[in-house]
């Protein structure tokens, strides 16, 4: 029998492997490990998911429980790949998305959300597409533009106007400090 187990913080192809590898090491067999979720071919038993939880916690990560806890880590998982991996390219919006992925209404995802987290799906989103665009300006590899076009934003103005509200500068003053100001992906 499979079991899911379902980890808070992993945003990244780094932290797949670090959870595949942690799997592996306390002796379990892992099917599939994406963001946020693990399959695994062992049905585990209390003493042994404690392990895992004991385990996943040096490495910053936190093994979820609560049902409630394991969708809002599948929805922030699923924005971060969408922005992160795929830049935004889809061709379903992310009320459409999320639905589909999860099996859900949105408007019950979207109030479980806002409930835990205090900020909406929408406000989330925004915060981690604006990283993304962050990140980019960082490398200094593409125009404004580019950056806008890759981000599947309609304008380069657009893209100032959303980026000035989140972070209280636009993407030109950013670009002048020249430091690092970066969140990581679980702090947002």
């Known amino acids: ?3 899911t187990l379902y980890i808070k913080n992993m945003v990244c192809d780094r932290c797949i492997m670090a959870v595949e590898k942690l799997l592996r090491e306390v002796g379990l067999s892992p ?4 963001l946020g979720i693990a399959k695994i071919v062992e049905n585990i038993d209390d003493q042994k998911r404690e392990e895992v939880r004991s385990q996943l916690k040096k490495l910053g990560f936190e093994l979820l429980d609560d049902r409630r806890q394991q969708t ?3 929805i922030k998982s699923i924005i971060i790949r969408l922005i992160h991996y795929h830049d935004n390219k889809s061709t379903l919006n992310l009320s459409e998305s ?8 949105y408007s019950a995802l979207s109030k479980l959300f806002s409930e835990f987290t205090g900020k909406t799906i929408e406000r989330y989103y925004i ?16 125009s404004l533009t580019q950056i806008a ?9 657009y893209l100032s106007s959303q980026f000035k509200s989140v972070i209280g500068m636009t993407p030109s003053q950013f670009k002048t400090l020249k430091e690092n100001t970066r969140k990581g992906l679980d702090q947002i």
């Open 149 to 157: 076009f890759k981000m599947n934003y309609s304008s380069v103005a």
């Open 1 to 3: 029998m499979e079991t």
């Open 127 to 142: 915060e981690q597409r604006i990283e993304r665009v962050k990140e980019l300006i960082f490398y200094d590899e593409l």
């Open 72 to 74: 809002i880590a599948q």
């Open 98 to 105: 999320l639905s589909r992925e999860l099996h859900s209404d």
């Open 31 to 34: 099917v599939h490990v994406e």
